[in-house]
């Protein structure tokens, strides 16, 4: 035991070694400073998205060719120690330059005074153009009317499927006409008794996962006011439909992440649901390339539909000490220039308007329009101040629902108790 508490503490200590910024200054930065003609600084850059880097490093590297005074420094670190890192960081004094922000983290870090307000540097940018964002968007990471992240991307959910498994099942590939009905059928012919392949995958997970089904169903996560909606009729009616691929055996009883992908990757699954941001990862794995698909979310019987709606923001730390150069990163990041070149790399999907066609025409190996094709029903993937703290909750109690050892409207009224209580906090 002590070789193993050993190995986690080295193990954490290295991830915050190769996740620290270059310190932190209390001096104001001058808006519009002139960089090229200061002395070179590195810049550190965080993600969490290993796919994303190699395009993020090409585009880095043509940053610094017209900007000969900046590295960038590319730190990843993948998502469950990515926070780790940075509230050790922020409380450290040693966040990095630039990082990745997302709508479950981004009150705590604007709340607390950790990040850069942007709101004078756009106003000076000759490069930025915020109307060009959509205003969800924008929204999510504006905190007291001061933007302190801009948006780099967005992304929806689609229906990945084995063309090889359809094939010999002898089932019609999925198309815009689907519904809940047919997901079922199509899941239950492509299931085998003797569990080698199960028809689909549905895991506990919830923008990748239930969300979806919750709002095509007309259903809700979080009610305007502020209150669970996972005690909502409609939702639980969702939740029942989507459980229930467990409890008949047409899909294994999933809890991890990344063992998502390995069962699409392995052939154990022939329908999932994946985010955007997979392309890059999907389309470097041959058994994907080769057997699969993507096709639009099945509407609800009535004709409901709806993808969960996200996307990620890039800010920079208040106390970096290069504010100038770090602006001028994202900068380009969020400039039209940038934006397009992030499309074209097939990173992924640009927030900026008129992108996305670029990030369609990157990728011939899938039907990737369908993910810009889903815009149209979107839904804002829910949040409130305290996302992270009641979803991880959630998880905890619906895991039961998903195990059998409690009904699904068990499992959600639970699940609306503990998020109440987590919103009551809030106000």
Not at 55 to 82: C, P
Not at 216 to 235: A, R
Not at 351 to 374: C, L, P, R
Not at 387 to 408: P, S
Request: aromatic share 12%.
């Amino acid at each position: 035991m002590k070789r193993k508490a050993l190995a986690l503490t080295l193990g954490l200590l290295l991830t915050l070694a190769t996740f620290t910024g270059c310190g932190t200054q209390t001096k104001k930065a001058t808006v519009g400073t002139d960089t090229t003609k200061s002395k070179a600084v590195t810049i550190t850059y965080a993600i969490w998205d290993s796919n994303q880097e190699k395009g993020l490093r090409t585009m880095a590297d043509e940053f610094e060719k017209e900007n000969s005074n900046i590295k960038i420094k590319i730190q990843v670190t993948g998502w469950a120690d990515y926070w780790t890192a940075l509230e050790a960081g922020a409380t450290g004094g040693s966040l990095p330059d630039t990082f990745w922000m997302h709508s479950n983290e981004i009150y705590k870090y604007a709340s607390n005074d950790q990040l850069m307000n942007l709101n004078d540097r756009i106003k000076a940018s000759k490069k930025i153009e915020m109307d060009k964002f959509p205003g969800g968007l924008k929204s999510i990471y504006n905190y007291k009317s001061n933007q302190y992240a801009i948006p780099k991307d967005y992304d929806t959910i689609a229906l990945w499927y084995n063309k090889t498994m359809f094939d010999k099942a002898g089932i019609a590939y999925p198309n815009d006409k689907w519904t809940w009905t047919d997901l079922q059928k199509a899941a239950k012919k492509l299931t085998k008794a003797d569990g080698s392949q199960y028809g689909i995958l549905t895991p506990l997970h919830n923008q990748e996962g239930y969300y979806n089904f919750v709002y095509q169903n007309g259903g809700t996560i979080i009610t305007k006011d502020k209150k669970s909606g996972y005690d909502d009729p409609k939702t639980v009616e969702a939740m029942k439909y989507y459980v229930n691929f467990v409890k008949e055996g047409l899909s294994p009883k999933e809890f991890g992440d990344a063992e998502r992908a390995t069962d699409m990757q392995s052939g154990k699954c022939a329908m999932g649901f994946f985010g955007s941001w997979n392309l890059s990862g999907f389309s470097s794995n041959d058994y994907m390339k080769k057997n699969f698909n993507v096709a639009v979310l099945p509407s609800s019987n009535n004709g409901g539909r709806a993808t969960i709606f996200n996307g990620l923001g890039n800010a920079i730390a208040k106390g970096t000490k290069h504010p100038d150069e770090s602006f001028k990163w994202i900068e380009y990041l969020s400039s039209k220039e940038g934006q397009a070149r992030q499309a074209q790399l097939g990173v992924a999907i640009s927030a900026y308007d008129g992108t996305a066609d670029a990030w369609v025409a990157s990728n011939k190996t899938f039907n990737v329009k369908v993910f810009i094709d889903m815009v149209k029903y979107a839904q804002i993937r829910p949040y409130s101040n305290t996302t992270g703290v009641w979803e991880d909750k959630a998880y905890e109690v619906l895991k039961g629902a998903f195990t059998g050892e409690k009904t699904v409207e068990q499992a959600c009224t639970d699940a609306a108790a503990v998020m109440n209580k987590s919103l009551v906090q809030e106000k």
